[in-house]
Each structure stands twice: as structure tokens, then as C-alpha cells.
């Protein structure tokens, strides 16, 4: 096609020759591309990282909690009135389930920890001794407490990365005597850093022997279950079944309680980023709209300008399609440089984003090339108008016609 | 200036060097009329029954006070308008009735307009505002140069070829503007007032280079109301109020 090309110069001429319209026009359509790519970005890296957390600790295990996560605003109250996880529940069904290789209880209470005049809040864990079937806890240094410790109610500590270096700061904290509260422990042990989660520190943490922390707490937050292995189906059946039968439910009544995988995890995110992803077609039809009416008017401007050219292009026998093609091309020229220009601004913004949430960053292709054919089509649809108006421009008075 | 060498060898009895085809008229007008706009108000009658033919080879002035339908007789001829009754018929097709398509198509390579105020593109080249017509053409891009550089030597510019319109004379420009209408061997070149902008000498100059060209065979039509300008062709026919009110050998006026 000699015609497409000769339409696609003069298109590129016209667009060199304007820089400052070039840039307003290539400015107003990134802005869709611009938020498609960010946010899509964000939402897969946020994913991936929590995907890396839960399969650190193995993708299989299961969380028995006090309250199922909350969906909707009117879940919060009717979860309310559910009961804690008691002691004897955990017991019972250690005792019961076939399918658990490993039942750990879990608290979790923010509290000041202190060491010589130093203190930091920090989440103190509560675990019986066999948290590491189901949690991965790398150390750096000592060792984590035992069975023996745990069924002594022995009062030691193992400190997350961030606890040790606040409080003290590179020197030898094993053997060292901290407060939590208002009891004081003996640390036996330091956990690698694991950094943050959607800015929350996986390392200003604690974790304590339950038995010894039960003084403060009774009962549990959670219960931490690993299947064996292929049986993670079966668990969740079994683990519904005891607890129901426990707390005496009818047949009618929903649990009272929350049963969660990692994938059902993920589902959630999945759903919350379902939700994202319908307002994000909103702001990014938007952008395009937005986009799209910015250039379509400044190709009518730019064919009142170039009337007495067209004029002249339709006297010496140019086509209806040859000047609808000069000006279509222009449209999507214009309207994929902001497409490119949001790509290359939205990875650079996204990158940054990553970085201060230390969240992994990759680049979906996809997003890049969705967003060019975004503002492709948006050239295409919005340049139709002022490509038709040019095409259909009378000769002799786009001959005589004199702009300004 | 002015003489063009690549027609000198040709140069001859302007007789003699019209083709004697008898194929019919080139173009062939019946009871033309064009009316602008359509209220009474706003009506306006630029051609009120014009019966007008032209022969190949010939190189006919049209002449008359403006407003005397000239420009738009040569639009309809140049299928820039279409008459609003009447017929057209160019090398005998009847044009009135013909689509978008082939009106450009009849535009590209029927067609070599020469307008009053030149009407180059002003960002482009001399060579580039010559090759244009053949560009919608479809010529491929050696060949639109080759014979653009060509059209540029018969009007004795190649040396300008690189030159925007505004680093050219209004003669030169005129003369780029005549380039562009013979580049693609048009039947007939139509030239809108193409002194009017010109001084004497320029005028002078365009007139002799268009003269060669019809000595060559190229079949030219004039609109003028200049009666220097008319001198230049073979035939004269004079407008008033839309319509033809004489028709005579040049030699009479």
C-alpha cells in the first residue's frame, strides 16, 4: 500500500512539526495507559508476594480462625457475637483429627518489649513448640524454643530480625533477659529478616512459648494445620466436622468460625482485585474519553488549518480515502505515543511503587501491548470524525479557503 | 529564461504541431448551468447555459469581468464542481454522473491545474509539490522523482528542486505550479488566472512556457480577463453574467 505509507509520512511530518501540540496530545491520552499499568502492576506484584509468603510455608496449610474474613460490611457485626477459640477446642481436636500432621494454636498481641531502657512495640506471637511444621522461620542466630521448654511454661523468646536490631543493636542478645509486658524472657534465638507485607514488618516480632504466655492469654487466636500430605480437603472436612459437633451446631446454623486455605486466601485477593479491576475500567475509559476528545479536537482545528492543503491535495486528484488515511494515521500516531509514553512512565512508577512496598516487580507484556491497542482503537475512533470532515471538504471552497 | 529548451527542438508552426485527431472534441459542454445556493435569497447563477467545445491541441483564453462565470466554468471543466443541469463530456464519457472515485481519478490524470495564487504545499519542496500528482498516482517513488525532476527541467528549475515555495520568486513558484500540472500528462492543463499575481516580466515568462507546451500538443485552456494574456493563445472565448458571448481566433481582439 504506496498510499498508506505516503499517508503515514506526511502524518509523521505533521506531528514533527508541532512538538507542543505533539506532547499536550501525547500527555492527555497516557494518563489511561498510564493508571492500566500501574495498577495492574501493583495488583500482580502484591499477589505474587503474597503467593511467595504463603508457599514459604507451604501452600498446603490451613487456618482455623475466630472469625471468617470479612466480605462485606454487614459480615462485621454478625461475625461479633462468634466465640473465641478455646483451649479445650484445640485439645479436642488434636485429639480428634485423622488428617493433621500438625494442630499449632496461635496468639497475637501487639506489646512493648524491653531491654535495657530500650523498647519497641512489637507483635508477640504465641506458638506451641511445633510451629515450625507449619511456619518457615529461618534463623540467624541461636535456635527456637522446644517441646520441653513449651510443656515447662519456660519463659524464652525468639526475636524477629527488626526486635534485635533495635533493641540490641549488633551485640550478643542470646542468654539475655527481655520484658514483654510485664514478664521478663530469655532470648534463645534470632529469626532472619523476612521484610514487610503490604506495609506491615514481618519482623518487629516476637514468638513466645504458649504455655508461658497463656497467663496473658487464655485462649487462641488461631490454629495454624498442616495436612498430610493430599489430604488437605479431607482436613478441612474433618476440622468442620469436630468443631461443629463441639459447639453442639444444628444442621441449619452457618460455623461460627473461619476455615481459610491459601488459595481460599488468595480467592479473596483475587475477589478484592476483581473489584479493583471494575474501577480500574472505569478510570481508564475515562483517561480514554478524556484522551480521545482532546485529539479529535485538535484534528478538527488542525483540518481547518490545513483546509486550503487539502484543497490543493483533492485538486491534483487525491483520493477521499488518501486524505481520510493522512489524517487517520496522524489520530493513531498521536494517540500511541501517549499510549508508549504511558507505558514507559507507568513501568517507571510502578518500579518505584514496588520498591517502597518491597514487592516484587515484573512486567506483564500483556498490559503494555493491551494499553497500546487501547489507545490504537481510541486513535482510530476519535481521528474518524475529523478524517471524515477532511475527506468530505468541498474543493473549490478548500482552494479559496483562507484560514485565521 | 522563458525559453525551454527541451521544446525548442519541437518548436514549430503552432499549426503544424497540433495533432489532427478527429476522435471527437476533448471536451464537450451542453447547456451548462451552476447555481449556487438554494434559497432565492442566497441564488446565485454562476453559468446560466453554457455550450462550449474545446479540441485537443487547442489553447483557448477565457476571458471576461469577474464575476462572469470564468473560474467557475473552469472548475466544472477541471471536475472540481459538477454543473448543476447540463452535460459534461471529457474525450466524449458524459462526467456529471461519475462517483467520488473517478473524479479524482479524472482530477490525477486527466487534469493539470494552474491556480492564481500557486497553491503549492509551502512545507514541502518545489520537487516534492511536483511529484505530488503522482503520488496519488501510485508511481513508484524512483520513477515520481525521475519524472518530477524531468517536469522541473521543462520549466527550467531544476537547480530550485530543493527550494521551499518560500525561497522562490512568484515566477518560480508559478512555474514549479505548471511542473505540477504536466507531470502526469494531463489531456488538458487548466490554468486559473496564472498571471494575476505576477509582475509583467514573470507574466511574460509563464505565458511563453505554457505557449511552448501547447506548441508540444498540450491541450491548455486560460481563464484571463487580461487581454496581454489572451494574445498568448489561439482562441478566445468571452463570459459575461454566465454566459459565452463571443468565440474568436485570438488574432481579432
Not at chain 2, 40 to 66: N, Q
Request: with cysteine; hydrophobic share 45%.
Amino acid at each position: 500500500m504506496g498510499m498508506g505509507r505516503e499517508a503515514l509520512r506526511i502524518a509523521l511530518r505533521v506531528i514533527r512539526q508541532y512538538p507542543l501540540r505533539t506532547a499536550f496530545i501525547v500527555v492527555t491520552n497516557m494518563t489511561a495507559v498510564l493508571a492500566l499499568i500501574v495498577l495492574v502492576v501493583i495488583m500482580q506484584s502484591l499477589q505474587a508476594k503474597v503467593r511467595e509468603l504463603f508457599s514459604s510455608q507451604g501452600a498446603d496449610i490451613l487456618y482455623l480462625t475466630r472469625r471468617p474474613p470479612v466480605l462485606r460490611v454487614t459480615d462485621i457485626r454478625k461475625y461479633e457475637s462468634y466465640p473465641p477459640i478455646s483451649t479445650a477446642e484445640v485439645e479436642f481436636l488434636r485429639r480428634q483429627l485423622r488428617w493433621a500432621e500438625a494442630v499449632v494454636p496461635a496468639t497475637y498481641d501487639p506489646v512493648d518489649v524491653t531491654f535495657q531502657g530500650r523498647s519497641v512495640r512489637a507483635a508477640v506471637q504465641g506458638r506451641s513448640a511445633d510451629y515450625l511444621v507449619v511456619e518457615n522461620l529461618p534463623l540467624y542466630l541461636g535456635r527456637h524454643f522446644t517441646p520441653d521448654e513449651d510443656a515447662h511454661r519456660r519463659r524464652v523468646v525468639v526475636l524477629g530480625w527488626g526486635v534485635y536490631r533495635e533493641l540490641f543493636q549488633g551485640r550478643d542478645p542470646l542468654r539475655q533477659w527481655v520484658w514483654i509486658g510485664r514478664q521478663a524472657y530469655r532470648v534463645v534465638g534470632v529469626v532472619r529478616e523476612r521484610g514487610t507485607l503490604l506495609g506491615s514488618d514481618l519482623d518487629t516480632v516476637v514468638w513466645v512459648p504458649l504455655q508461658a504466655w497463656r497467663g496473658v492469654r487464655p485462649d487462641v487466636d488461631y490454629v495454624i494445620l498442616r495436612p498430610k500430605s493430599g489430604r488437605e480437603n479431607d482436613l478441612m472436612e474433618e476440622v468442620r466436622f469436630w468443631l461443629r459437633l463441639k459447639r453442639q451446631l444444628r444442621p441449619t446454623q452457618e460455623d461460627n468460625f473461619g476455615l481459610l486455605t491459601t488459595e481460599g486466601f488468595l480467592d479473596i485477593l483475587r475477589n478484592a482485585t476483581r473489584a479493583l479491576s471494575r474501577a480500574l475500567i472505569g478510570v481508564v475509559g475515562l483517561g480514554v474519553l478524556v484522551g480521545g476528545i482532546v485529539l479529535m479536537n485538535i484534528l478538527l482545528m488542525a483540518v481547518a488549518e490545513r483546509t486550503q492543503e487539502i484543497g490543493i491535495r483533492k485538486a491534483v486528484g487525491a483520493h477521499p480515502s488518501a486524505i481520510a488515511a493522512q489524517f487517520l494515521w496522524e489520530a493513531i500516531i498521536l494517540a500511541s505515543l501517549g499510549g508508549l509514553a504511558g507505558v514507559g512512565v507507568g513501568l517507571g512508577i510502578s518500579y518505584l511503587v514496588s520498591r517502597a512496598l518491597s514487592l516484587p516487580w515484573a512486567f506483564p507484556f500483556w498490559v503494555a501491548g493491551l494499553g497500546l491497542a487501547l489507545t490504537g482503537i481510541s486513535g482510530v475512533l476519535f481521528g474518524y470524525y475529523p478524517a471524515r470532515r477532511a475527506a468530505r471538504l468541498d474543493p473549490v471552497q478548500a482552494l479559496h479557503y483562507e484560514h485565521g | 529564461m522563458g525559453t525551454v529548451s527541451a521544446f525548442n527542438l519541437h518548436a514549430g508552426n503552432p499549426e503544424t504541431a497540433v495533432s489532427p485527431s478527429d476522435a471527437g472534441p476533448l471536451i464537450r459542454l451542453e447547456g451548462v448551468v451552476r447555481i449556487y445556493g438554494s434559497g432565492s435569497a442566497d441564488r446565485v447563477v454562476a453559468l446560466d447555459g453554457v455550450d462550449l467545445v474545446i479540441r485537443a491541441g487547442e489553447m483557448v483564453a477565457v476571458m471576461g469581468p469577474s464575476g462572469s462565470g470564468k473560474s467557475t466554468l473552469l472548475h466544472i471543466i477541471g471536475c472540481l464542481d459538477r454543473p448543476t443541469q447540463g452535460r459534461y463530456f471529457l474525450r466524449g464519457r458524459p462526467v456529471e454522473d461519475l462517483g467520488e472515485d473517478e473524479l479524482a481519478r479524472i482530477r490525477n490524470r486527466e487534469i493539470g491545474f494552474v491556480f492564481q495564487a500557486f497553491h503549492l504545499l509551502p512545507r514541502a519542496t518545489a520537487l516534492e509539490n511536483v511529484e505530488l500528482p503522482l503520488v496519488y498516482a501510485r508511481v513508484p517513488p524512483e520513477e515520481r522523482r525521475r519524472r518530477a525532476m524531468e517536469a522541473l527541467a521543462m520549466v527550467d528549475l531544476s537547480h530550485r528542486a530543493r527550494h521551499r515555495p518560500s525561497e522562490l520568486s512568484g515566477g518560480e513558484r508559478q512555474r514549479v505550479a505548471i511542473a505540477r500540472a504536466l507531470v502526469n500528462r494531463p489531456s488538458v492543463i487548466l490554468a486559473d488566472e496564472p498571471t494575476g499575481n505576477l509582475d509583467s516580466r514573470s507574466s511574460d515568462e509563464v505565458m511563453r512556457i505554457l505557449q511552448d507546451l501547447w506548441r508540444q500538443g498540450q491541450t491548455i485552456v486560460v481563464v484571463t480577463h487580461e487581454r496581454d494574456v489572451a494574445k498568448y493563445c489561439q482562441r478566445v472565448v468571452l463570459m459575461r453574467d454566465g454566459r459565452i458571448v463571443g468565440d474568436i481566433p485570438a488574432g481579432e481582439l
